[in-house]
């Protein structure tokens, strides 16, 4: 893991009067630039071939002869055969001319690899490198084992298939798909073999990952995730802040779920078992008398990483929870970054940020308002590693 104290000598080399907000253009790049753009950052987005137009093209930023923003919120956009050409060395260098602050997404971390970004990748980020491995199921030290310590709730493990003795859901990579979902749920060990082999059959997941999967009670109830915020140079109010609410569209789940139960039975084989590929996502609110239920549950995952992956969490995370009938809540997911459902309140905000601070507060605003607040009070390497 590169120490802290070297990103630090890096950051030396800054001249922060033009820092810039740099990430990998997917996942919620599109919020961060937002959110940059509205605190007087440039942005610089690292494309990859083949899908830059989004970037490059339709969100491009224009600015008039004074600087100020007429379109768009992509100062610059870097394209790249792939996204792991950000690892050369001679374009690191490049993001540390610029003065590029850089922001991890899930895409950083999944198209990149964990191993090069904790060891080889010497730009400064705004966010906690050491806890990006966290989110990897089966790691020794992942997300589940985090809650665990932290005394938090989430859904109960089922160790082996032949234990599965009530609805349960089985967590695998997709085999075509690599960074999606090839979830099944079953009720039973028969149901499991049937499922399996049937998605074995379709090459929709692999011998390899359903043997490492994770089994684990399913939790029925709507799902809420939880787009927090932890700021460590926050000196009067509260370090932790909920800035908004998000759920998920899932296909073909979501269009299983608009048929009739007879229709659902009676579909074709290729069609039988709905797939769980995140596609885009809503915004949410929460009963307010529940709210303080949630807030411990944030509190207790920083301290918890505080204690375990010292800094601890910086910035952005997300708590990914569902509801059960008696209104409790199950954490089955955690995101140490950028969540994967900011983009629903870039521009306008969501209802927690903007009551909280008074203006239009999306993740990605939030984001760069950290920033430029660390630039203001000298505190920038207290927000980076």
């Known amino acids: 893991m590169i120490e802290r104290d070297q990103i630090n000598e890096v950051l030396k080399e800054y001249d922060l009067n033009k820092a810039k907000l740099g990430m990998i253009a997917s996942h919620s790049a599109l919020d961060v630039c937002d959110g940059a753009i509205e605190e007087g950052f440039e942005t610089l987005v690292i494309c990859q071939k083949g899908r830059e137009k989004t970037y490059e093209q339709y969100f491009l930023a224009e600015r008039d002869g004074n600087g100020n923003l007429v379109r768009g919120v992509v100062d610059r956009a ?87 003795n009530g609805l349960s859901i089985v967590k695998l990579h997709h085999a075509q798909k690599k960074l999606e979902r090839g979830f099944f749920s079953a009720s039973s060990f028969d149901e499991y073999k049937k499922k399996s082999e049937l998605l074995l059959k379709q090459n929709v997941i692999t011998k390899e990952d359903l043997e490492n999967a994770r089994i684990e009670r399913y939790i029925i109830g709507p799902v809420f995730n939880f787009d927090f915020f932890y700021s460590p140079i926050e000196k009067s109010g509260a370090k932790v802040e909920l800035l908004g609410v998000d759920w998920r569209f899932e296909t073909s789940l979501d269009g299983h779920v608009r048929l009739p139960a007879p229709q659902q039975m009676e ?5 039988l078992n ?41 910035g952005p995370f997300c708590l990914q929870t569902c509801v059960d009938k008696d209104l409790s809540f199950f954490i089955y997911d955690v995101a140490p970054r950028v969540g994967g459902g900011t983009n629903v309140h870039m521009s306008v905000g969501h209802p927690y940020g903007n009551t909280l601070w008074r203006k239009s507060m999306s993740t990605g605003r939030r984001l760069a308002m950290e920033v430029r607040r660390a630039i203001d009070m000298d505190k920038v390497e207290e927000i980076v590693t």
């Open 267 to 271: 579909l074709e084989e290729e069609q």
């Open 78 to 164: 870097i394209v790249y055969d792939t996204f792991k050409e950000i690892m050369k060395p001679e374009n690191q260098r490049m993001l540390i001319k610029e003065n590029a602050l850089f922001i991890p997404n899930r895409s950083f971390s999944s198209y990149i690899g964990l191993t090069e970004i904790e060891n080889e990748f010497k730009v400064p980020m705004v966010g906690s490198r050491n806890l990006l491995r966290t989110e990897e199921r089966g790691e020794k030290q992942d997300y589940y084992w985090l809650l665990e310590k932290a005394g938090l709730p989430f859904p109960e493990k089922v160790e082996r298939p032949e234990d599965i």
């Open 274 to 314: 709905p797939e769980y590929t995140v596609c885009g996502h809503n915004s949410a609110t929460l009963r307010e008398s529940l709210l303080e239920k949630v807030f411990p549950l944030a509190e207790k995952y920083v301290e918890a990483t505080q204690e375990h992956h010292p800094p601890g969490i910086i």
